[in-house]
């Protein structure tokens, strides 16, 4: 294929695809829950080999004195006819495991405490695991465009070959220095001696290797996160409609709000006159209240309104001989803080309650 008929799309990123919107809260939380964080395999690796090399240095000691009792073992039983074969695979298999498990251990706790530092936590999620039988079918196209043409790709493509050549040159650098110093104890030096020396090497290459894999997996997770959010990126669309999955459709708030206001509206005669005391402020606001102590434990808003809807409902109480008491700063409080129907919050029962003892005095009076 020439270059010239390479799909561009291969090379789109997510505001190409029309997701210019940051992932929500929400679309975060949904990735979390489905097992999909930002993390490094890179630094997994890079500790797990950490804490492992740094435990076979601690025990070299105990593994080598394990090495020289297998020897001891076999070269002693070489000539005996009584010990079968399966006695020295057992006797292999003993000295095997308790050299082995140890580190394994270490290694696979290392890991699961890696896996969780970077997920902020533990997860549990099926959604890895769960069968996709879309995936049945390869998608070469997105498989080439993911591994090579791409951010993700090439850098992959870039850290393998930085790793490969670091760690290459390195060990070259300490096998070059030291071979006179392994050529002479091989002559002259014991085999406990040549063991010692040969592994101190081993050590040396490998604690490099640890610091190089560290040294990568700091730029890998900030690439692993920054190409994370990039994946979750939203179109203005999704965000709009996780917006209405979250707080509803505006659109239908909208007329709803509306719908309530013209039925209050149309009922506002009925609800004064059944009203106990109107709180004005005085021309601009204007709150209906009303105590039943058999529906509840305070009064409520029967009816609210500013401007015009405040002049109606103070003429209404008028009218129908409801008290009208005039407090600018409650009138306006109530009238923002609550909706009709509610009851009034807790922090305005004084008030409310110096103004119905009013309203019971007036109502004796008459």
Known sequence: MAFEEIDLQWF?????????????????KKARDEGRVAKSQEL??????????????????????????????????????????????????MFFLQIVIPIVLVATIAGVLTNIA??????????????????????????????????????NVLKSLLKVGIITFIAYGLIKR????????LKTGTLEECIRVVSSFAVQILLCTVMVFIAISVPDYVVQKKQ???????TKQEVKQEYKEMEG???????????????????????????????????????ALQYDEKVSYAPKI??????????????????SEIPVV????????????????????????QIIATIYAQVVYLNKKK
């Open 118 to 155: 970077q997920n902020r936590g533990f997860i549990f999620s099926l959604k890895p695991i769960t069968p996709n039988f879309s995936k049945i079918v390869p998608k070469i196209s997105q498989y080439l465009q993911k591994t090579l043409f791409s951010m993700e790709g090439g850098f």
């Open 178 to 185: 030291n071979i006179p110093t392994v050529l002479l104890m």
């Open 228 to 234: 994370f959010m990039e994946s979750l990126k939203m």
């Open 249 to 287: 459709d505006p659109e239908v708030k909208g007329r709803l709000e509306q719908a309530q206001k013209q039925m209050v509206t149309q009922n506002l005669p009925k609800v004064v006159k059944e009203s106990d005391v109107v709180i004005a402020n005085p021309t601009h606001f204007a709150v």
């Open 12 to 28: 789109a990123k997510a505001e190409d695809e029309g997701r210019t919107e940051d992932a929500t809260d929400l679309r975060i």
């Open 326 to 349: 005039e407090n600018k700063a409650l009138a306006r409080s109530l009238y923002t803080e609550t909706k009709v129907g509610d009851i009034i919050p807790e922090s305005y029962m």
């Open 302 to 319: 029967m009816a609210k309104g500013e401007d015009s809807v405040a002049l109606r409902i103070r003429r209404l109480a008028e009218e």
């Open 44 to 93: 997994n690796s890079a500790i797990v080999l950490l804490c492992s090399v740094l435990l076979i240095i601690v025990m070299a000691p105990w593994i080598l004195q394990k090495l020289k009792s297998a020897f001891v073992f076999y070269f002693t039983h070489t000539t005996v006819e009584t010990v079968s074969y399966k006695t020295y695979a057992l006797v292999f298999a």
